[in-house]
Every structure is written in C-alpha cells, then in structure tokens.
C-alpha cells in the first residue's frame, strides 16, 4: 500500500495550493480519506476527510469555509484544495486512508499513510 503526496511548496497569505495524494494496492473505493497535518512542535491533527462516495466531508473548523476535499475513485486519487492560506496553515500535510476518518479518531488509530508534503505559508 502506498499513498504518494504531492502538491505543497510556499505561497503568501491569501495564496492557494492544491495538494494531492494518489494512492496504490488499495481499492480507493473502500476508504474514506482524509488530511492531517502537523507543525513543527505540535501534535499531528486532522483536517478534512471523505467517506467513499464523497457523501460526507468533515472539516476542522480551522478550515472550513477555505479548504475543500474532493476525490476521483477512478483515478485512486483524492484532493485538498487549499484557499486563503494563513501563516497557521504551515505543516507538513499528510494524506490517510481509513474508515475512522469519519468520526473525529486519534492520528494514533489511522491504518494507512502517506509520506507528508511540506505547505509553508509566509506574512
């Protein structure tokens, strides 16, 4: 099982990012997926997820209203699109598959992850 993240780099506030996660020897259709990221000296924390369908999309509320998950199935691959970009924002970002994804679970109880794409957002 492999999830590959791509898509971060630096931008200025205000600015956007769209980052990616394609994911392999996993049936896409079959997890929900999310984002979490993690700071320099803070806990790893959630930040948007996707059940299979797309049907349900929890956010942290830190982003809501500025981020939007999405997801292709077709392609294995799911999305974050990042607007609005605050200095806060700055983490390494990582993608996730599983289930629990949905209902607000510790990053401890997550089953599959990606190798984190670095997002540094500048005053």
């Known amino acids: 099982v492999q999830l590959q993240a791509s898509g971060g780099g630096s931008v200025q506030t205000g600015g956007s990012l769209r980052l990616s996660c394609v994911v392999s020897?996993?049936?896409?259709?079959?997890?929900?997926m999310g984002w979490f990221r993690q700071a320099p000296g803070k806990e790893r924390e959630f930040v948007a997820a996707?059940?299979?369908?797309?049907?349900?999309?929890p956010y942290a509320d830190s982003v809501t209203g500025r981020f939007t998950i999405s997801r292709d199935n077709a392609k294995n691959t799911v999305y974050l699109q990042m607007n609005s970009l605050k200095p806060e924002d700055t983490a390494v970002y990582y993608c996730?598959?599983?289930?629990?994804?949905?209902?607000?679970?510790?990053?401890?109880?997550?089953?599959?992850w990606g190798q984190g794409t670095q997002v540094t957002v500048s005053s």
């Open positions: 996730a598959a599983d289930d629990v994804l949905l209902y607000g679970s510790s990053w401890r109880d997550v089953e599959y």
């Open positions: 020897g996993l049936s896409l259709s079959d997890y929900a």
């Open positions: 996707i059940s299979w369908n797309g049907g349900s999309t």
